[in-house]
């Protein structure tokens, strides 16, 4: 961008276009502006805790959601870049341990840190209520 600034003074002096420096500077506040509007969106989205990825959340909930294991509470967020921290709790009518419900999400790359909490299903005979 400086360097199309630099063209402009160059031109603007050689040629006597004056109206091009003015021109460029209006070219800079756009980009700018627009960089500023998406600096502040993903910052924004950051600090008030925003769900990266809802289609992530749709796979993860079809993955543990099966033979009456329901999802009944599931949070995501950003760790870093490229990594993503979970926590899903899981009401089940036949609980597993937590880290055989882990081992359905392994192929998720992004999913760097998840903790796993399952309860067993209270309705369920056999299960305290």
């Not at 924004?44 to 809802?54: F, K």
């Not at 392994?106 to 309860?119: I, M």
Request: net charge neutral; with cysteine.
């Amino acid at each position: 961008m400086s360097a199309l600034v630099i063209i402009a003074l160059v031109a603007a002096r050689q040629f006597g276009w004056y109206w091009l420096d003015p021109a460029m500077g209006l070219i800079a506040t756009i980009v700018i502006v627009n960089w500023a509007w998406s600096l502040v969106r993903s910052a924004g989205a950051v600090l008030l805790d925003a769900s990266p990825d809802p289609r992530l959340a749709h796979k993860i909930a079809a993955r543990l959601e099966t033979e009456g294991d329901r999802i009944s509470d599931l949070h995501l967020w950003r760790v870093g870049p490229g990594h993503l921290a979970g926590i899903v709790s899981l009401v089940s009518d036949h609980p597993r341990s937590p880290s055989e419900y882990k081992k359905r999400l392994a192929d998720f790359p992004h999913l760097s840190h998840l903790t796993v909490e399952v309860e067993p299903c209270p309705a369920h005979p056999g299960n305290p209520a």
